[in-house]
């Protein structure tokens, strides 16, 4: 057979041969993927209710989701899904890829799913108290209709934008205040913010007082400064551990006598920050928590500040920033195990504290007295190391460090671990003493303040053997 007929004979069969092949594929295909007609093979869900996150009236919530799985062999074809009550006008969908409020026909592969997506904006009711709204979606499929709920819970809020208060105000907690813009206190003006009292900042926002700032809570009714976004960042993150959610709080050099008691403020970027605050005291800080900074919790520039009994937590740049002005840290828990980067310093970092540190500010050095406290977390614990002949004194103090006392750290714990029920790669945080933890007990009631004698969540200490740290270890019963 001559070479080129023989080349194309044997072409050509390996050409039959393929289609051959893809035939028998295809047709198989046509066989697998044929449409169920059977009123059994319904759809299955991920959920059976949907709950968003909670939200404000008039925002529009995080978006959530759920799956909807085909856990049969051929397609389920979904005659329709639809809001029960169409008119309700709360419920926003995407299914498949598809936004829309009805969807006909919608098709699922064998042994694989879909993602419906749902967001809810609430309208305002008129109350003070969180309203749960609800709808029903329902996929008919073959005659049958099965169903997931949509709820979400929604509260009318006070909205500021740009709000300057001129004259002593006093703010209710009926209502949250949601902050989209910024509040300031004007020189001479006082905010007095009652117990129970709720200010959720919108992305960027902040507070700056020029005058007064008196947030007044109670271990069962504190007051609270957040972002204004709830639920989750993924399955298991919570916004509530997020820092970067808001600006921060300011105390500009004319505002004085500032309080902070029984109150939570969390998630911010730029934290607190006293800016050359001439009054005596700038800010005095009693049984609250501050914490998830993306820069520092806490930074005190030529001010006096006053902590008692108060929590400082995890901070991108580091905990405290102290420079110049005078300290008096008494019964605080001050840790640093943040997620989101590395950490930028030690947890207390001091500056403005002798001639070698001079920031050529002309203003006072600084001074400290920190006693029955804990700094302990990752990373390291103080920027500074050596105070010889300087005001600054820990007593009675659990530090991270490996050291020994001296005049400035005197009677100290070194190199312990205190114990916390935190478990960072669970993402919780709590700062609460474990029973072996080594700070029950061993704070100097000599040296425990007035104002440190009840933590955060109410429990008092005993005065006999208090506890070092912010919170009064409470034995299980």
């Known amino acids: 057979m001559h070479e080129n007929l023989r080349y194309k004979c044997m072409k050509n069969l390996q050409i039959t041969i393929i289609l051959s092949i893809l035939s028998l594929f295809l047709l198989g295909s046509c066989i697998e993927d044929g449409v169920s007609t059977s009123s059994a093979d319904q759809p299955v869900f991920s959920v059976d209710t949907l709950r968003l996150s909670d939200s404000f009236t008039g925002a529009t919530t995080p978006t959530g989701r759920f799956v909807v799985h085909n856990r049969y062999d051929k397609i389920i074809s979904v005659g329709s899904i639809a809001l029960r009550d169409r008119e309700q006008g709360v419920f926003r969908l995407n299914v498949d890829g598809i936004s829309g409020t009805e969807f006909n026909n919608v098709e699922i592969r064998p042994n694989d799913s879909i993602f419906v997506f749902v967001e809810a904006k609430l309208p305002h009711n008129g109350v003070d108290n969180p309203v749960v709204i609800e709808n029903t979606l329902d996929f008919n499929t073959h005659g049958q209709t099965r169903s997931v709920v949509l709820s979400v819970k929604g509260q009318d809020a006070v909205d500021i934008n740009g709000l300057t208060i001129s004259t002593n105000t006093v703010w209710n907690d009926a209502r949250p205040y949601h902050i989209f813009d910024s509040i300031v206190v004007a020189e001479g003006a006082t905010l007095t913010l009652p117990p129970g009292a709720r200010l959720a900042f919108h992305d960027k926002a902040y507070m700056k007082i020029y005058g007064t700032l008196k947030s007044e809570g109670t271990a069962d009714r504190p007051v609270e400064f957040t972002g204004d976004r709830s639920g989750f960042v993924a399955s298991n993150i919570p916004y509530e551990i997020m820092s970067g959610q808001w600006d921060g709080v300011f105390f500009a050099p004319t505002s004085k006598d500032n309080l902070l008691k029984f109150t939570s403020v969390r998630n911010y970027t730029n934290g607190i920050v006293l800016d050359n605050v001439t009054s005596s005291p700038a800010l005095t800080v009693i049984a609250s928590q501050l914490r998830n900074s993306k820069g520092y919790v806490l930074a005190s520039l030529h001010s006096d500040l006053r902590l008692y009994a108060s929590e400082l937590a995890e901070a991108s740049e580091g905990i405290l920033y102290l420079e110049g002005g005078s300290h008096v840290i ?114 100097d009631p000599a040296l425990t303040h007035p104002n440190s004698l009840v933590d955060f969540s109410g429990k008092r200490q005993n005065t006999a053997a208090p506890d070092l740290g912010a919170y009064v270890f409470v034995p299980e019963e």
């Open 330 to 443: 008494n019964h605080c828990t001050i840790a640093n195990y943040y997620l989101f980067t590395a950490l930028g310093g030690p947890a207390v970092q001091f500056y403005h504290y002798n001639e070698k540190s001079d920031n050529e500010s002309g203003l006072p050095y600084l001074t400290a007295d920190i006693s029955n406290t804990i700094i302990y977390g990752n990373g390291t614990d103080l920027n500074v190391g050596d105070f010889t002949g300087l005001p600054v004194y820990f007593r009675n103090t659990l530090l991270r460090s490996a050291g020994s006392n001296d005049d400035n750290f005197i009677n100290c714990l070194w190199d312990t671990d205190p114990k916390y029920y935190t478990v960072r790669s669970d993402y919780y945080f709590n700062y609460h003493l474990q029973p072996e933890s080594p700070a029950i007990g061993a704070a």
